[in-house]
């Protein structure tokens, strides 16, 4: 499932502890696709915190407690890291990652907690969810078969990269608009990963926000940027996104277009993208200024500009998850729509 929908699931389940319909879901992937990032993204919609519990690292007994006697009987000293109402909270999201790298023995010790939202006399607070995540047996990690009985105590859900969703993430998060036009030309290397090869670095959406950085990094240091971003994404994409970024001194005056001057548009395919993708940006960028309407009318109208009207349609739909229906308010855009009306769009 595509991860537009799989936090529209994770929301859904989480406001469902309010009603005592919440179910443990369990998010299935390759490593760097985001499983963890949407879990994050949902706690910090609700402003409530996570518990992260990394059961490839622990014992049973971390999960269990240790017991201790009092008088004639033993009892169990509940772990402080497990969700407290007095320490935590009321509300929160207990996650538990890496579960299919846990030794059998952990998972077991898992099973009462995760179905019964119980371990011994300790419960999990009433509105808090539970969320899993882990690889799946092909994706060369340290993995175990889940156990009949713990799988059937989640719901399960498989990751699937999209470059839209990503795209509409990367524009909120402020990545780099030179990766985001990189991967529009590209969007092959969202994700390229092949468990057969092993990879050390490799092209996902994890790593691709580590290469944003590095542009941020080493803009200054040209003789060490390639080697950094190879770093980062591999040394395929590291090369075609380094000859990517020195390509675009020959992009038009940005500023020019946004303020209303008719501009060519580049013949070149990548720097056409690269152009879509920094409109956009800018388009972000003015959300606070008073001529916001006249700068997102000016960039509606370079839409009509390219060579393929897809790439003007790619543009908009872009700015339009970036900036939300206002678009729909500004005149250019129903100039620009009755153009290409015969371009159908699909989401």
């Known amino acids: 499932m595509r991860p537009a929908l799989l936090l529209s699931v994770l929301e859904l389940e989480f406001q469902s502890t309010r009603e005592g319909q919440h179910t443990p879901v369990m998010l299935w992937g390759p490593p760097g696709v985001g499983k963890s990032q949407m879990v994050s993204q949902i706690a910090a919609r609700h402003e409530v915190p996570v518990i992260d519990i990394r059961l490839s690292q622990m014992e049973p007994s971390d999960l269990r407690g240790i017991p201790y006697r009092i008088e004639d009987k033993v009892e169990w000293a509940v772990p402080a890291l497990l969700p407290d109402c007095s320490r935590h909270g009321l509300e ?126 080493f803009v200054d240091h040209p003789q060490l940027l390639q080697g950094t971003l190879q770093a980062c994404i591999g040394p395929a994409a590291g090369v075609e996104l380094h000859a990517f970024v020195n390509s675009l001194d020959q992009m038009p005056d940005l500023d020019a277009i946004v303020s209303g001057k008719e501009l060519n548009s580049p013949v070149e395919i990548d720097l056409q993208y690269a152009v879509a993708a920094a409109l956009v940006g800018r388009a972000i960028r003015a959300d606070d200024q008073p001529n916001r309407e006249e700068i997102l009318g000016n960039i509606l109208n370079y839409a009509g500009c390219f060579p393929q009207r897809e790439m003007g349609v790619m543009m908009i739909s872009d700015l339009h998850r970036a900036v939300g229906d206002r678009i729909f308010e500004i005149p250019q855009f129903s100039e620009w729509a009755q153009a290409i009306s015969d371009v159908m769009l699909f989401e």
């Open 92 to 217: 929160g999201i207990l996650f538990l990652d890496e579960i299919t790298s846990a030794p059998p023995a952990v998972s077991a010790a898992a099973y009462q907690l995760i179905l019964d939202r119980r371990l011994g006399e300790y419960r999990v607070p009433d509105h808090w969810a539970i969320f899993a995540a882990g690889n799946r047996q092909g994706d060369r990690g340290v993995t175990y078969t889940m156990p009949a009985p713990l799988a059937n105590r989640f719901s399960h859900f498989e990751v699937e990269t999209n470059l839209d969703d990503w795209v509409s993430w990367a524009y909120r998060n402020g990545i780099d608009e030179r990766i985001i036009a990189f991967l529009r030309f590209r969007p092959e290397l969202l994700f390229d990963f092949d468990p057969a090869h092993n990879p050390v670095a490799f092209p996902s959406p994890r790593s691709w926000e580590f290469a944003h950085r590095g542009l941020q990094k």
